[in-house]
Protein backbone atom coordinates (compact mmCIF):
# COMPACT_ATOMS: atom_id res chain seq x y z
CA UNK A 1 0.00 0.00 0.00
CA UNK A 2 1.63 3.44 -0.43
CA UNK A 3 0.00 7.14 0.60
CA UNK A 4 -0.10 10.10 -1.77
CA UNK A 5 -1.11 13.91 -0.95
CA UNK A 6 -1.98 17.26 -2.66
CA UNK A 7 -2.49 20.21 -1.34
CA UNK A 8 -5.00 22.45 -3.26
CA UNK A 9 -3.99 26.24 -2.97
CA UNK A 10 -5.08 27.04 -6.48
CA UNK A 11 -8.97 27.56 -5.76
CA UNK A 12 -10.95 26.81 -2.32
CA UNK A 13 -10.86 23.35 -1.63
CA UNK A 14 -14.91 23.40 -0.91
CA UNK A 15 -15.15 24.47 -4.34
CA UNK A 16 -14.12 21.05 -5.26
CA UNK A 17 -14.53 18.65 -2.07
CA UNK A 18 -18.30 20.75 -2.90
CA UNK A 19 -20.39 21.40 -0.11
CA UNK A 20 -20.00 18.98 3.46
CA UNK A 21 -17.48 16.93 0.56
CA UNK A 22 -20.64 16.02 -1.88
CA UNK A 23 -18.62 16.19 -4.96
CA UNK A 24 -16.11 14.36 -2.78
CA UNK A 25 -18.45 11.75 -1.81
CA UNK A 26 -18.97 11.30 -5.92
CA UNK A 27 -14.73 10.34 -6.37
CA UNK A 28 -14.88 7.70 -3.59
CA UNK A 29 -17.69 6.06 -5.46
CA UNK A 30 -15.68 6.34 -8.55
CA UNK A 31 -12.89 4.53 -6.54
CA UNK A 32 -13.60 1.98 -4.03
CA UNK A 33 -10.20 0.98 -3.51
CA UNK A 34 -8.90 3.76 -2.52
CA UNK A 35 -8.97 5.39 1.46
CA UNK A 36 -9.69 9.10 0.59
CA UNK A 37 -8.93 11.50 3.11
CA UNK A 38 -10.00 15.59 3.18
CA UNK A 39 -8.20 17.78 5.72
CA UNK A 40 -8.69 21.11 5.32
CA UNK A 41 -7.22 22.16 2.04
CA UNK A 42 -4.91 18.99 1.53
CA UNK A 43 -6.19 15.47 0.07
CA UNK A 44 -4.44 12.51 1.28
CA UNK A 45 -5.13 8.59 -0.41
CA UNK A 46 -4.08 5.35 -0.04
CA UNK A 47 -4.44 2.72 -2.09
CA UNK A 48 -2.27 0.40 -4.50
CA UNK A 49 0.45 2.80 -6.57
CA UNK A 50 -0.47 2.40 -9.87
CA UNK A 51 -4.19 3.16 -8.42
CA UNK A 52 -2.85 6.37 -7.01
CA UNK A 53 -1.21 7.30 -10.21
CA UNK A 54 -4.30 7.34 -12.22
CA UNK A 55 -6.60 9.15 -9.70
CA UNK A 56 -4.06 11.80 -9.13
CA UNK A 57 -3.99 12.76 -13.06
CA UNK A 58 -7.43 12.47 -13.12
CA UNK A 59 -8.01 14.55 -9.85
CA UNK A 60 -5.66 17.30 -11.00
CA UNK A 61 -7.96 17.41 -14.05
CA UNK A 62 -10.60 18.17 -11.91
CA UNK A 63 -8.88 21.01 -9.74
CA UNK A 64 -7.63 22.63 -12.80
CA UNK A 65 -11.66 22.06 -14.45
CA UNK A 66 -12.78 24.20 -11.19
CA UNK A 67 -9.75 26.74 -10.87
CA UNK A 68 -11.00 27.60 -15.18
CA UNK A 69 -14.15 27.57 -14.42
CA UNK A 70 -15.37 27.99 -10.93
CA UNK A 71 -18.37 25.34 -10.74
CA UNK A 72 -17.90 21.64 -11.05
CA UNK A 73 -20.87 20.56 -12.19
CA UNK A 74 -21.81 16.51 -11.20
CA UNK A 75 -21.59 15.58 -14.48
CA UNK A 76 -18.24 16.94 -14.97
CA UNK A 77 -16.89 14.95 -11.84
CA UNK A 78 -18.09 11.66 -13.11
CA UNK A 79 -16.74 12.58 -17.09
CA UNK A 80 -13.39 13.10 -15.76
CA UNK A 81 -12.61 10.62 -12.81
CA UNK A 82 -14.60 7.93 -14.61
CA UNK A 83 -12.60 8.76 -18.24
CA UNK A 84 -9.19 10.49 -17.44
CA UNK A 85 -6.98 10.34 -20.62
CA UNK A 86 -9.21 8.51 -23.43
CA UNK A 87 -6.15 9.22 -25.99
CA UNK A 88 -7.31 13.19 -27.12
CA UNK A 89 -4.77 16.20 -27.07
CA UNK A 90 -7.54 17.49 -24.21
CA UNK A 91 -8.69 14.12 -22.02
CA UNK A 92 -11.59 15.80 -21.18
CA UNK A 93 -12.69 16.74 -24.77
CA UNK A 94 -13.20 13.50 -26.08
CA UNK A 95 -16.93 12.72 -26.89
CA UNK A 96 -17.96 16.31 -26.36
CA UNK A 97 -21.31 16.82 -28.07
CA UNK A 98 -22.14 20.17 -26.42
CA UNK A 99 -19.32 22.66 -23.84
CA UNK A 100 -22.48 23.80 -21.73
CA UNK A 101 -22.87 26.87 -19.20
CA UNK A 102 -20.46 26.71 -16.69
CA UNK A 103 -18.00 24.56 -18.58
CA UNK A 104 -20.66 21.67 -18.30
CA UNK A 105 -19.78 19.02 -21.12
CA UNK A 106 -22.59 17.18 -22.02
CA UNK A 107 -21.45 13.55 -23.82
CA UNK A 108 -22.97 10.24 -24.01
CA UNK A 109 -22.09 8.35 -20.64
CA UNK A 110 -23.59 5.01 -21.94
CA UNK A 111 -23.17 2.31 -24.49
CA UNK A 112 -26.94 2.93 -25.74
CA UNK A 113 -27.10 6.92 -25.51
CA UNK A 114 -23.33 6.13 -27.39
CA UNK A 115 -25.49 4.11 -30.08
CA UNK A 116 -27.97 7.02 -30.15
CA UNK A 117 -25.26 9.66 -31.30
CA UNK A 118 -23.67 7.32 -33.65
CA UNK A 119 -27.43 6.60 -34.87
CA UNK A 120 -28.23 10.53 -35.34
CA UNK A 121 -25.50 10.72 -37.80
CA UNK A 122 -26.30 8.01 -39.94
CA UNK A 123 -30.34 7.81 -39.87
CA UNK A 124 -32.54 10.82 -40.23
CA UNK A 125 -35.06 9.14 -37.76
CA UNK A 126 -34.21 7.84 -34.45
CA UNK A 127 -36.17 5.95 -31.49
CA UNK A 128 -34.76 6.31 -28.33
CA UNK A 129 -36.96 3.68 -25.88
CA UNK A 130 -35.89 3.11 -21.86
CA UNK A 131 -36.77 3.83 -18.73
CA UNK A 132 -36.46 6.89 -16.41
CA UNK A 133 -33.38 8.41 -15.59
CA UNK A 134 -31.64 6.53 -18.81
CA UNK A 135 -30.78 10.16 -20.18
CA UNK A 136 -32.55 10.10 -23.22
CA UNK A 137 -34.25 13.53 -23.44
CA UNK A 138 -30.74 15.12 -22.40
CA UNK A 139 -28.87 13.10 -24.86
CA UNK A 140 -31.36 14.30 -27.57
CA UNK A 141 -31.37 18.04 -26.90
CA UNK A 142 -27.49 17.92 -26.88
CA UNK A 143 -27.19 16.21 -30.23
CA UNK A 144 -30.27 19.06 -31.16
CA UNK A 145 -27.92 21.51 -30.01
CA UNK A 146 -25.04 20.29 -31.43
CA UNK A 147 -27.00 19.97 -34.89
CA UNK A 148 -27.63 23.80 -34.76
CA UNK A 149 -23.92 24.66 -34.02
CA UNK A 150 -22.95 22.71 -36.41
CA UNK A 151 -25.20 24.62 -38.77
CA UNK A 152 -26.32 21.40 -40.24
CA UNK A 153 -30.03 22.43 -39.52
CA UNK A 154 -31.42 25.81 -39.31
CA UNK A 155 -34.09 24.96 -36.23
CA UNK A 156 -34.78 23.08 -33.55
CA UNK A 157 -38.39 22.15 -32.56
CA UNK A 158 -39.19 20.14 -28.92
CA UNK A 159 -42.94 19.03 -28.44
CA UNK A 160 -44.38 16.62 -25.96
CA UNK A 161 -47.92 15.25 -26.04
CA UNK A 162 -49.43 17.62 -23.38
CA UNK A 163 -51.02 14.44 -21.08
CA UNK A 164 -52.12 14.96 -17.75
CA UNK A 165 -50.41 12.64 -14.95
CA UNK A 166 -53.21 12.45 -12.24
CA UNK A 167 -54.12 16.38 -12.87
CA UNK A 168 -56.11 18.03 -14.48
CA UNK A 169 -55.21 21.02 -16.99
CA UNK A 170 -58.23 22.81 -16.34
CA UNK A 171 -57.01 23.10 -12.44
CA UNK A 172 -53.60 25.30 -13.43
CA UNK A 173 -53.77 28.75 -13.16
CA UNK A 174 -53.01 30.73 -16.20
CA UNK A 175 -53.62 30.82 -19.94
CA UNK A 176 -52.97 27.93 -22.17
CA UNK A 177 -49.34 28.61 -22.19
CA UNK A 178 -49.25 28.62 -18.56
CA UNK A 179 -51.22 25.27 -18.69
CA UNK A 180 -48.88 23.76 -21.45
CA UNK A 181 -45.11 25.35 -20.00
CA UNK A 182 -45.49 22.83 -16.83
CA UNK A 183 -45.30 19.91 -19.52
CA UNK A 184 -42.40 21.16 -21.04
CA UNK A 185 -39.94 21.84 -18.07
CA UNK A 186 -37.62 19.03 -18.73
CA UNK A 187 -36.68 20.28 -22.19
CA UNK A 188 -36.33 23.89 -21.12
CA UNK A 189 -33.98 22.66 -18.34
CA UNK A 190 -31.49 20.65 -20.87
CA UNK A 191 -31.56 24.00 -23.10
CA UNK A 192 -30.72 25.75 -20.09
CA UNK A 193 -27.77 23.30 -19.46
CA UNK A 194 -26.35 23.75 -22.87
CA UNK A 195 -26.82 27.56 -23.68
CA UNK A 196 -26.46 31.00 -22.39
CA UNK A 197 -29.36 32.42 -21.35
CA UNK A 198 -29.49 35.62 -23.51
CA UNK A 199 -28.69 33.64 -26.43
CA UNK A 200 -31.62 31.28 -25.46
CA UNK A 201 -34.40 34.14 -25.24
CA UNK A 202 -32.96 34.94 -28.79
CA UNK A 203 -33.88 31.71 -29.69
CA UNK A 204 -37.08 31.17 -28.75
CA UNK A 205 -38.18 34.70 -29.45
CA UNK A 206 -36.77 34.37 -32.72
CA UNK A 207 -37.85 30.77 -33.27
CA UNK A 208 -34.93 29.31 -33.79
CA UNK A 209 -35.54 26.69 -31.19
CA UNK A 210 -39.41 26.48 -30.60
CA UNK A 211 -41.23 24.30 -27.65
CA UNK A 212 -44.45 23.19 -28.26
CA UNK A 213 -47.21 20.37 -27.61
CA UNK A 214 -47.43 17.63 -30.30
CA UNK A 215 -50.86 18.82 -31.06
CA UNK A 216 -49.68 22.40 -32.63
CA UNK A 217 -47.46 20.15 -34.74
CA UNK A 218 -50.69 19.37 -37.24
CA UNK A 219 -50.68 21.01 -40.71
CA UNK A 220 -46.78 22.34 -40.60
CA UNK A 221 -44.23 20.36 -42.91
CA UNK A 222 -40.67 20.58 -40.61
CA UNK A 223 -38.14 20.67 -42.72
CA UNK A 224 -34.06 22.05 -42.14
CA UNK A 225 -34.84 20.86 -38.58
CA UNK A 226 -33.70 19.09 -35.84
CA UNK A 227 -37.31 17.88 -34.25
CA UNK A 228 -37.65 16.26 -30.84
CA UNK A 229 -40.61 14.14 -29.95
CA UNK A 230 -40.41 13.61 -26.11
CA UNK A 231 -42.37 11.08 -23.97
CA UNK A 232 -43.39 9.87 -26.89
CA UNK A 233 -45.42 6.80 -24.99
CA UNK A 234 -48.57 9.30 -24.31
CA UNK A 235 -49.24 9.79 -27.88
CA UNK A 236 -51.66 7.49 -29.55
CA UNK A 237 -51.35 5.96 -33.08
CA UNK A 238 -52.92 8.75 -35.03
CA UNK A 239 -51.14 11.26 -33.58
CA UNK A 240 -47.76 9.43 -34.08
CA UNK A 241 -48.96 9.20 -37.43
CA UNK A 242 -49.72 12.84 -37.78
CA UNK A 243 -46.08 13.91 -36.23
CA UNK A 244 -43.74 11.46 -37.93
CA UNK A 245 -45.60 12.79 -41.43
CA UNK A 246 -44.31 16.56 -40.39
CA UNK A 247 -40.79 15.46 -41.73
CA UNK A 248 -39.87 17.85 -44.35
CA UNK A 249 -36.06 17.68 -46.38
CA UNK A 250 -32.94 18.10 -44.18
CA UNK A 251 -34.75 17.06 -41.24
CA UNK A 252 -33.64 14.78 -38.44
CA UNK A 253 -36.35 13.21 -35.85
CA UNK A 254 -35.14 11.87 -32.59
CA UNK A 255 -38.27 10.13 -30.60
CA UNK A 256 -38.11 9.44 -26.98
CA UNK A 257 -40.08 7.38 -24.76
CA UNK A 258 -41.05 4.66 -22.19
CA UNK A 259 -43.30 2.25 -22.65
CA UNK A 260 -43.56 1.74 -18.52
CA UNK A 261 -44.69 4.98 -17.98
CA UNK A 262 -47.90 5.69 -19.99
CA UNK A 263 -50.05 8.44 -18.60
CA UNK A 264 -53.09 8.01 -21.26
CA UNK A 265 -56.62 7.75 -19.90
CA UNK A 266 -57.75 3.80 -19.75
CA UNK A 267 -59.48 3.96 -22.94
CA UNK A 268 -56.49 5.49 -25.35
CA UNK A 269 -53.68 3.48 -26.25
CA UNK A 270 -50.08 4.22 -26.76
CA UNK A 271 -48.72 4.50 -30.51
CA UNK A 272 -45.17 3.99 -29.77
CA UNK A 273 -44.81 0.10 -29.21
CA UNK A 274 -46.81 -0.74 -32.09
CA UNK A 275 -44.96 2.15 -34.07
CA UNK A 276 -41.43 1.07 -33.02
CA UNK A 277 -41.88 -2.75 -33.87
CA UNK A 278 -43.34 -1.89 -37.37
CA UNK A 279 -40.41 0.30 -38.36
CA UNK A 280 -37.70 -2.13 -36.98
CA UNK A 281 -36.32 -3.19 -40.35
CA UNK A 282 -37.01 -0.15 -42.50
CA UNK A 283 -34.11 1.60 -43.78
CA UNK A 284 -32.90 5.04 -42.39
CA UNK A 285 -34.43 4.59 -39.23
CA UNK A 286 -33.28 3.08 -35.86
CA UNK A 287 -34.37 2.29 -32.78
CA UNK A 288 -32.28 2.12 -29.52
CA UNK A 289 -33.37 0.20 -26.66
CA UNK A 290 -31.99 1.47 -23.69
CA UNK A 291 -32.37 0.07 -19.87
CA UNK A 292 -31.44 -0.09 -16.50
CA UNK A 293 -27.93 -0.37 -17.15
CA UNK A 294 -27.74 3.32 -19.00
CA UNK A 295 -29.59 4.86 -15.50
CA UNK A 296 -27.49 8.01 -15.02
CA UNK A 297 -29.45 9.25 -12.10
CA UNK A 298 -28.88 8.19 -8.54
CA UNK A 299 -28.12 4.53 -7.82
CA UNK A 300 -31.75 3.89 -6.41
CA UNK A 301 -33.48 4.82 -9.75
CA UNK A 302 -32.20 1.56 -10.64
CA UNK A 303 -33.58 -0.36 -7.99
CA UNK A 304 -36.82 1.36 -7.94
CA UNK A 305 -37.02 0.61 -11.86
CA UNK A 306 -36.73 -2.99 -11.51
CA UNK A 307 -38.93 -3.24 -8.10
CA UNK A 308 -42.39 -1.55 -10.24
CA UNK A 309 -41.12 -4.07 -13.12
CA UNK A 310 -41.97 -6.90 -10.87
CA UNK A 311 -45.10 -4.89 -9.55
CA UNK A 312 -46.52 -4.33 -12.65
CA UNK A 313 -46.04 -7.80 -13.88
CA UNK A 314 -47.56 -9.37 -10.80
CA UNK A 315 -50.89 -6.72 -10.89
CA UNK A 316 -50.80 -6.76 -14.77
CA UNK A 317 -50.49 -2.54 -14.82
CA UNK A 318 -48.25 -2.32 -17.42
CA UNK A 319 -49.44 -1.02 -20.77
CA UNK A 320 -46.76 -0.97 -23.28
CA UNK A 321 -49.24 -1.19 -26.36
Do not use: C, W
Not at 19 to 40: E, T
Not at 41 to 53: C, R
Not at 155 to 163: E, F
Not at 195 to 206: D, F, G, K, W
Amino acid sequence: MSERSIQITETDPVSVFGPNDQHLRIVRDLFPKLNIIARGDTLKVIGAAEDLDVFFERFEQLVQHVVKYNELPRKVISDIMSNGDNGTNDPEEAGVLVHGNAGLRVKARTKNQLRMVEAIGTNDMVFAIGPAGTGKTYTAVALAVKALRDRQVKRIILTRPAVEAGESLGFLPGDMRDKLDPYLVPLYDALRDMIPAARLVEYLETGVIQIAPLAFMRGRTLDHAFVILDEAQNATLPQLKMFLTRMGRSAKFLITGDVTQVDLPRHQRSGLHPTTERLRKVEGIAIIDLDEKDVIRHELVTLVINAFKDIEEQHGDNRPA
